[in-house]
Protein backbone atom coordinates (compact mmCIF):
# COMPACT_ATOMS: atom_id res chain seq x y z
CA UNK A 1 0.00 0.00 0.00
CA UNK A 2 2.24 2.80 -1.59
CA UNK A 3 1.16 6.34 0.54
CA UNK A 4 3.58 8.34 -1.29
CA UNK A 5 2.94 7.84 -5.18
CA UNK A 6 5.46 9.16 -7.76
CA UNK A 7 4.23 7.53 -10.97
CA UNK A 8 6.96 8.75 -13.20
CA UNK A 9 10.41 6.84 -13.06
CA UNK A 10 11.84 8.91 -15.30
CA UNK A 11 11.63 12.42 -16.76
CA UNK A 12 14.01 13.52 -19.45
CA UNK A 13 14.14 18.11 -19.88
CA UNK A 14 16.45 20.28 -22.04
CA UNK A 15 18.77 22.26 -20.10
CA UNK A 16 16.92 25.60 -19.52
CA UNK A 17 13.77 24.16 -19.65
CA UNK A 18 11.37 23.48 -16.88
CA UNK A 19 11.65 20.03 -14.92
CA UNK A 20 8.04 18.96 -13.65
CA UNK A 21 8.08 16.35 -10.54
CA UNK A 22 4.97 14.88 -9.67
CA UNK A 23 3.66 13.04 -6.52
CA UNK A 24 0.04 11.73 -5.28
CA UNK A 25 -0.75 10.76 -1.78
CA UNK A 26 -3.43 9.14 0.15
CA UNK A 27 -3.09 9.48 3.45
CA UNK A 28 -5.13 12.86 4.37
CA UNK A 29 -2.97 12.76 7.96
CA UNK A 30 0.36 14.05 6.36
CA UNK A 31 0.34 17.42 6.68
CA UNK A 32 4.31 17.72 5.97
CA UNK A 33 5.59 17.07 2.70
CA UNK A 34 9.51 17.11 1.24
CA UNK A 35 11.83 16.56 -1.67
CA UNK A 36 15.04 15.30 -1.71
CA UNK A 37 17.28 14.85 -4.19
CA UNK A 38 19.92 11.72 -4.48
CA UNK A 39 23.02 11.14 -6.77
CA UNK A 40 24.86 7.89 -7.04
CA UNK A 41 26.79 6.13 -4.32
CA UNK A 42 25.68 9.16 -1.88
CA UNK A 43 22.72 9.64 0.66
CA UNK A 44 19.62 11.56 -0.38
CA UNK A 45 19.85 15.15 0.61
CA UNK A 46 17.35 17.27 1.89
CA UNK A 47 16.07 20.05 -1.37
CA UNK A 48 12.66 21.77 -0.13
CA UNK A 49 9.86 21.37 2.04
CA UNK A 50 6.34 22.76 2.74
CA UNK A 51 3.81 22.47 5.56
CA UNK A 52 -0.03 21.82 4.56
CA UNK A 53 -0.78 25.68 5.84
CA UNK A 54 0.82 26.62 2.60
CA UNK A 55 -0.07 26.19 -1.12
CA UNK A 56 3.56 27.36 -2.62
CA UNK A 57 7.24 27.40 -0.92
CA UNK A 58 9.96 28.96 -3.33
CA UNK A 59 14.01 28.68 -2.96
CA UNK A 60 15.46 29.85 -5.36
CA UNK A 61 15.26 27.95 -8.91
CA UNK A 62 12.78 25.60 -6.77
CA UNK A 63 9.52 25.95 -5.95
CA UNK A 64 7.32 23.07 -4.12
CA UNK A 65 3.17 23.70 -4.92
CA UNK A 66 1.16 21.18 -2.82
CA UNK A 67 -3.14 20.60 -3.54
CA UNK A 68 -4.28 19.27 -0.68
CA UNK A 69 -7.55 19.09 -2.05
CA UNK A 70 -6.07 16.66 -5.10
CA UNK A 71 -3.77 15.34 -2.65
CA UNK A 72 -1.07 16.19 -4.99
CA UNK A 73 2.22 18.10 -5.19
CA UNK A 74 5.08 18.91 -7.18
CA UNK A 75 8.43 20.37 -8.20
CA UNK A 76 9.23 22.69 -10.64
CA UNK A 77 12.39 23.32 -11.00
CA UNK A 78 13.56 26.71 -13.53
CA UNK A 79 15.93 26.66 -15.30
CA UNK A 80 16.63 23.18 -14.84
CA UNK A 81 20.73 22.48 -14.76
CA UNK A 82 22.88 19.81 -15.98
CA UNK A 83 23.58 19.38 -12.28
CA UNK A 84 20.34 19.14 -10.99
CA UNK A 85 20.18 15.46 -12.75
CA UNK A 86 19.43 12.94 -10.25
CA UNK A 87 16.72 11.09 -8.39
CA UNK A 88 14.59 13.00 -6.88
CA UNK A 89 12.23 11.47 -3.86
CA UNK A 90 8.59 13.06 -2.39
CA UNK A 91 8.23 12.41 1.24
CA UNK A 92 5.28 13.19 3.91
CA UNK A 93 5.14 13.41 7.54
CA UNK A 94 1.74 12.83 9.71
CA UNK A 95 3.91 14.66 12.48
CA UNK A 96 4.22 17.95 11.26
CA UNK A 97 8.15 17.97 10.89
CA UNK A 98 10.86 16.28 8.87
CA UNK A 99 12.13 14.18 12.07
CA UNK A 100 9.55 11.93 12.38
CA UNK A 101 7.88 9.51 10.43
CA UNK A 102 8.92 9.85 6.80
CA UNK A 103 7.06 7.90 3.95
CA UNK A 104 8.95 8.41 0.76
CA UNK A 105 7.86 7.62 -2.69
CA UNK A 106 9.99 5.00 -4.85
CA UNK A 107 11.43 8.55 -6.44
CA UNK A 108 11.60 10.18 -10.18
CA UNK A 109 15.23 9.88 -12.16
CA UNK A 110 15.47 13.31 -13.28
CA UNK A 111 17.98 13.84 -16.83
CA UNK A 112 18.62 17.69 -18.04
CA UNK A 113 20.09 17.56 -21.18
CA UNK A 114 22.88 20.10 -22.26
CA UNK B 1 31.47 19.86 8.52
CA UNK B 2 29.41 17.71 10.11
CA UNK B 3 28.38 14.17 8.33
CA UNK B 4 26.36 11.00 9.08
CA UNK B 5 29.09 7.93 8.72
CA UNK B 6 28.51 4.23 8.27
CA UNK B 7 30.47 1.87 7.87
CA UNK B 8 31.20 -0.70 6.16
CA UNK B 9 30.13 1.31 2.25
CA UNK B 10 29.95 -2.19 1.20
CA UNK B 11 29.76 -5.59 2.18
CA UNK B 12 29.06 -9.09 0.14
CA UNK B 13 28.68 -12.49 2.26
CA UNK B 14 26.65 -15.67 2.46
CA UNK B 15 23.31 -16.59 2.81
CA UNK B 16 22.88 -17.44 6.65
CA UNK B 17 26.12 -15.15 7.39
CA UNK B 18 25.08 -12.34 10.19
CA UNK B 19 25.40 -8.77 9.00
CA UNK B 20 26.11 -5.44 11.27
CA UNK B 21 25.66 -1.75 9.87
CA UNK B 22 26.88 0.69 11.73
CA UNK B 23 26.11 4.32 12.05
CA UNK B 24 27.44 7.28 13.70
CA UNK B 25 24.82 10.22 13.72
CA UNK B 26 26.10 13.80 13.63
CA UNK B 27 27.01 14.99 17.69
CA UNK B 28 24.13 16.30 18.70
CA UNK B 29 21.94 14.84 16.94
CA UNK B 30 18.86 12.84 18.88
CA UNK B 31 17.21 11.37 16.23
CA UNK B 32 18.29 8.20 14.31
CA UNK B 33 16.16 6.44 11.36
CA UNK B 34 17.59 3.40 9.58
CA UNK B 35 16.33 3.19 5.87
CA UNK B 36 16.64 0.52 3.10
CA UNK B 37 16.61 0.96 -0.66
CA UNK B 38 15.44 -1.31 -3.27
CA UNK B 39 14.31 -0.80 -6.82
CA UNK B 40 10.87 -3.02 -6.17
CA UNK B 41 10.30 -0.94 -3.15
CA UNK B 42 12.01 1.75 -3.07
CA UNK B 43 13.44 4.06 0.31
CA UNK B 44 11.52 2.03 3.48
CA UNK B 45 11.84 2.88 6.91
CA UNK B 46 13.18 0.13 9.08
CA UNK B 47 13.59 1.68 12.39
CA UNK B 48 14.11 4.91 14.46
CA UNK B 49 15.21 6.38 17.61
CA UNK B 50 14.71 9.15 19.76
CA UNK B 51 17.61 10.18 22.55
CA UNK B 52 18.42 6.52 21.96
CA UNK B 53 14.75 4.70 22.65
CA UNK B 54 13.12 3.08 19.37
CA UNK B 55 9.83 4.82 18.52
CA UNK B 56 9.15 2.84 15.98
CA UNK B 57 10.11 -0.36 14.05
CA UNK B 58 7.20 -1.28 12.05
CA UNK B 59 9.17 -1.53 8.84
CA UNK B 60 11.22 -3.83 10.18
CA UNK B 61 11.53 -7.89 10.08
CA UNK B 62 11.38 -9.04 13.67
CA UNK B 63 12.77 -12.32 13.29
CA UNK B 64 15.96 -11.25 11.84
CA UNK B 65 16.94 -7.97 11.89
CA UNK B 66 17.72 -5.79 14.95
CA UNK B 67 18.40 -2.07 15.70
CA UNK B 68 20.51 -1.11 18.81
CA UNK B 69 21.77 2.48 20.20
CA UNK B 70 24.51 1.34 22.48
CA UNK B 71 25.84 5.06 22.87
CA UNK B 72 24.55 8.61 21.71
CA UNK B 73 27.31 8.03 18.92
CA UNK B 74 26.62 4.83 17.55
CA UNK B 75 23.61 2.84 15.88
CA UNK B 76 23.82 -0.64 15.01
CA UNK B 77 21.58 -2.56 12.59
CA UNK B 78 21.76 -6.32 12.53
CA UNK B 79 20.61 -8.92 10.21
CA UNK B 80 21.18 -12.85 11.34
CA UNK B 81 20.73 -14.63 9.27
CA UNK B 82 20.82 -12.80 6.38
CA UNK B 83 19.05 -13.53 2.97
CA UNK B 84 19.37 -13.25 -0.61
CA UNK B 85 16.38 -10.88 -0.67
CA UNK B 86 18.14 -8.76 2.02
CA UNK B 87 20.59 -7.17 -0.33
CA UNK B 88 19.80 -3.74 -1.04
CA UNK B 89 21.52 0.02 0.30
CA UNK B 90 20.57 0.54 3.90
CA UNK B 91 20.66 4.30 4.89
CA UNK B 92 21.16 6.13 8.32
CA UNK B 93 19.82 9.34 9.00
CA UNK B 94 19.89 11.68 11.81
CA UNK B 95 18.19 14.73 12.73
CA UNK B 96 17.51 16.93 15.63
CA UNK B 97 14.14 17.11 17.78
CA UNK B 98 13.80 19.71 20.14
CA UNK B 99 11.97 19.75 23.20
CA UNK B 100 9.63 17.20 21.67
CA UNK B 101 8.06 19.83 19.38
CA UNK B 102 8.25 19.81 15.64
CA UNK B 103 10.58 20.13 13.69
CA UNK B 104 11.39 21.34 10.50
CA UNK B 105 15.19 20.71 10.67
CA UNK B 106 15.88 18.22 7.95
CA UNK B 107 17.29 14.60 8.27
CA UNK B 108 20.74 13.97 7.46
CA UNK B 109 21.56 10.54 5.39
CA UNK B 110 24.73 9.00 5.57
CA UNK B 111 26.08 7.50 2.15
CA UNK B 112 24.56 4.14 2.84
CA UNK B 113 26.40 0.51 3.21
CA UNK B 114 25.41 -1.37 -0.17
CA UNK B 115 24.69 -5.13 1.33
CA UNK B 116 24.53 -7.79 -1.20
CA UNK B 117 23.91 -11.41 0.32
CA UNK B 118 24.66 -14.57 -1.91
Known amino acids: DQQVKQNSPSLSVQEGRISILNCDYT??????FLWYKKYPAEGPTFLIS?????DKNEDGRFTVFLNKSAKHLSLHIVPSQPGDSAVYFCAASADGGSNYKLTFGKGTLLTVNP | DARVTQTPRHKVTEMGQEVTMRCQPILGHNTVFWYRQTMMQGLELLAY????????DSGMPKDRFSAEMPDATLATLKIQPSEPRDSAVYFC????????????????FGPGTRLTVL
Open chain 2, 49 to 56: FRNRAPLD
Open chain 2, 93 to 108: ASGLVRDGTSSTDTQY
Open chain 1, 50 to 54: ISSIK
Open chain 1, 27 to 32: NSMFDY
